[in-house]
């Protein structure tokens, strides 16, 4: 066994490898689905409250920072594999779904107060926004489950898997943190 293989096997979750695939991926979609059923009542169905504590408008640029760190941690990660160094590239994605699990629950804590926020801005922003806006939700919801089963692909030792699918996590992972920050710019320079 190379020194390669042998940082990679150190890296793995024994719990993890006994796991059927079919039965992860089912877990992992049962998860996402109730997830994102979730957040979608809570957006255009919970009414919200009706005062909301100061701070509870600052998490939006909370949110914004948590994506931006995300954003982050994804590249030093990515870096980090194009040099083989698997246990930073490890604690690089750690992070950064640390921050991107920091952010759902600033998120959830923001709508659970404020509802949705609806958008403002006229003129050739409203198209723009809307265009960012739908791919980001879109991608969004798709990218919980990705992000999952990578994560298990990597802990579980099934590496080859895990490469071929983080090829396409990675970059909607990006994508949404990326929009997710200029969603949050748009809002502010053209809010009410």
């Known amino acids: ?96 779904f640390g921050t991107s699990t920091a952010f759902l629950l600033t998120y959830v804590l923001y709508h659970n107060a404020v509802g949705h926020t609806p958008f403002t801005g006229e003129g050739w922003i409203r198209p723009v926004y809307f265009g960012i806006l739908i791919s980001h939700i879109i991608l969004s919801a798709l990218v919980m489950p990705l992000i999952l089963a990578t994560f298990y692909l990597a802990f579980s030792g099934r590496f080859g898997k895990h490469r071929r699918l983080a090829r396409i996590t990675l970059p909607i992972w990006m994508y949404v943190s990326v929009t997710g920050v200029a969603i949050f710019l748009i809002l502010r320079v053209w809010a009410a």
């Open 1 to 96: 066994m190379s020194k390669s293989d042998s940082t990679r096997e150190h890296l793995t979750l024994d719990l993890l490898k006994g796991v059927d695939q079919l039965k992860a991926g089912f877990y992992i979609i049962g998860f996402s689905l109730l997830a994102l059923a979730f957040l979608f009542w809570l957006i255009y169905f919970k009414e919200p409250h009706d005062t909301q504590a100061a701070w509870v408008y600052a998490l939006p640029a909370v949110n914004a920072t948590l994506n931006t760190l995300s954003t982050f941690f994804l590249v030093l990660a990515y870096r980090a594999i194009r040099y083989r160094r698997f246990e930073t590239h490890m604690r690089w994605n750690l992070a950064a």
